[in-house]
């Protein structure tokens, strides 16, 4: 094997850091749950990992199930170069977006389920009946490479030989799912944006897939050709565009054909012309006009770099289609985005980079780009090839690149749990907490309500039935108006009305704290607001708290502080209620009596709350 | 083919929601919470604007009221279509129409793909996104209720009668009198009576309910050229699809090993003729 570019070695160290940034999320994704690890909602249930690793990257990986076909049973024995590489390439896209799906459906033990427990009735049954299979039987054709080089011939010749069900199988099979692939979307009418609902979808799906999935194949020989140095057959990449666009071109009269039948031209131009028109105009010109046009010039067919951009452009151009239909369509019925965050990127990635880290160790150890001579047979009739030594399985395992790798681990797992976990810990998680059992503002007759406005597990008895009499008697209103007066119904912006509506006393200052009384202590009132601060109606942080001065005659204040109360009271209410009641209520020997420094009417004259109310009344 | 089509449609049990009477109390919510024994959750409005979430089978959603300036109140929960769309995409079959009316859920089969999420139109099946291995959750209507008699906590917790539980065909005779006795009231539409194939929990209401329930007049399934929803359920329509891919399987395999076949005869005649011709060719030299 000649010796790694410049290039190709920074590419593999880069795919190294994030395919183990991406195992270090994926773990952190089964500690701290889907909701930390992914910008998924309820309303968009479906994210980067569904979308992007499964949909599109199995219609990226298409070529395995067309070349095998043109090479199988069409038998073109001119396209036989590229054979193992599409069917390395749909293999490792297949086993890639398998691994990335295990992060992502909630839990990935049961995954057998489906084999067993059946429901043919849904279409994603059938991609998974379809993808898993398929992905088997893409490993079996892939055997014979790895084989080969090992003194196994037997093994080899056998699977060689007995080839053709397994290729009719995958073929079929891979028709299969990617039609199921595209109802998927069926299922959701309502909410998938018009542009890109229809009900052709199975074959719109399958048939983009093998057009961008021939692209892909041109596309990805064009940049290995760049990194190992070696001349692509251009008459042999011209055809497979030929058979691109030709997909294309059918996929296009589908689409134009449903917003035609459909009457649907008013969603691109017309009246409803919004954002989702253009991300479809962008769409389609990627996805089919720009590759369709170089593909049908002969001249620009026949040049690498042409090839180059029509087939990037495919391949971008696919990827925003089934971005758009799984996931952008959905925006607008959801009233909500999606964008995915870091950790998912890192998982996505991670996968994609694993698979090609996989790849180009096959490249580089065994025969992917060309097949074993099959003129030249030694005795038992068997190809020629040469073994693995021990020197090479050595190398794999010992050589540099393992140092270098662990270096990278080295480096990578730290940074990524550290910027991992702090997404996961800097949304808030809720604690899971039933509901305890008493209940809460559910009494039947409504003579009492338990009122807990502040949600701290701490109730106020709300006298219902009492509030309702008082209204009857004092106010002269009829039992319904009764309710009108707290439950405002159908007023605007109404959530419940505040106590403090009626009972505008609640926060002003009672003769506890009296501020005349704390100002003739001083010698004018400039040195008692200095000595505050401020005035008083300013703001917690400015307020002296009460023990800086009272520290012998109010003790017990270091226990209060220590029960996790800012001492520091934000008001008048606050300071009363926190600093003095907490602790009078457990005090004093009987809170009930109404000279008990406990109980409320100690403090709230019931003299005074009635002037209130009335002066409230009158106003 | 689905459970539902076999079992009486009538004898189903359901909820009416008559939305003029709703004052919003949220007491739905609280004895729907406790007879679930479900978490707080004081962000569900935050989660998405419903107020339904992992915690939340029901909740109270506030749209614009019928006089302006005033606020309508409208209870969300699992709609129990008769032919619902999550039955028909869960690969595994944890989601079922059970013959008493409810949409159910099975726990131990879920593998949690959320297919149910994506393809419920109403966007009412929720996740436990919280949790290393999380659960699908949403409104079960009470099987207690369903088998034993008796009323969901929901309903039983209403004061003012305005969410009712019953077999569908009762509910929807009485949501169609009390919109026969109260014409200027109430809009002349029982929702949920025939869209997307008729859910179990219907609504009446005096404002139009399509933006919050998600369930589009007829005239926006016209919009979306969509006219057959307006009647039929989702499955229905795209069922033909299903029977396809077995239809594919066989076509495209005897297809494929036909064409096979045939390109090798070829070659292997060609090879004959070719042997033949040599034959000849030899046979004529000998001749010679």
Redesign the interface.
Known sequence: MNKDGLALKVLKDLMWALCISGLVVGFGRFVYGLGAATQMTDLMPWGLWKIFNMVTGAALATSGFVVAAVIYILQWDKYKPVARFSVLIGFLGYGSSLTALLFDIGLPHRGWHPFFMWNPHSFLFEVFWCVSVYWGVTALELLPIVTERFPFPKVTHFIHEKMLPFVVLGITLSTMHHSSLGSLFMTSPTRLHPLWFNLIMPPQFFISAMGSGLATIILLMIVFSKFYKFKPDVTILSGLAKGSAAFLILYFILRVGDLTYNNKWNYVFGPDFTWESQLFLVEISLQVILPVIIFLIPAARNKIGMLFLATSSAFIGLILHRINTGIIGYFRSSESIYIPNLSEFFICGGVLAGAGLIFLFLVERFNVFTEPDHENLDKHGHPIVEYWSKKEAKSVFLGTQTFKVILIAIIVIPVTWSSFSDQATGSYRPVQQAVSNTIIGADVTRSNLRLDGNLNNDYVMFGHKKHQEIFVKDYQLTEEETCQKCHHLSLPKDNSSNCRLCHSDMGLDTPMFNPERHQSRFESEAEFNKFLEIDLSNGKENYQACQECHKDNMQGLEKYAEKGFNHQAPGFEHAMHGNCLTCHRLIEEDPTKIDSKGNCLFCHKPEQSILLRDKLAAQ | ??STQNSDTTKMKGILTDVTKC?G?Q?CV??C??KN???????AYF???DG???NRFTSIVKTE?K?P????MVRRQCMHCLDP?C????????LTKRPDGAVEYDES???????C???C?F?I???????????IRKCKMNEECRVKGGLPACVS?C?TGATVFGTREDLIKEAKRRIKENPDLYIDHVYGEYEFGGTSVIYISDIPLGDVL?M?SKEEFDK???PQ?AKES??S???T??W??PF??LT??AG??G??FV??RK?RLEEKNKKKEAMNKGKEGENE
Do not use: H
């Not at chain 2, 099946?125 to 659960?135: A, K, S, T």
């Open positions: 083919m689905s004052i109390c007491r609280e004895g919470v406790r024994k479900l978490p707080r959750d004081f962000f989660k998405a604007k339904l979430s992992g009221g006089k300036g005033s606020i309508s769309s039955q028909a995409a869960c690969l595994v079959g944890a089969k879920c593998i949690g793909c959320r297919y999420m994506l393809s139109p966007s099946p929720r996740y436990d996104y919280d949790q290393p291995l999380p659960l917790s004061p998600k589009p979306l050229r969509l929803l989702i499955p329509m795209v069922n699809w299903v396809v891919t594919q399987f495209v395999s494929l090993t064409v096979w390109k090798k070659e």
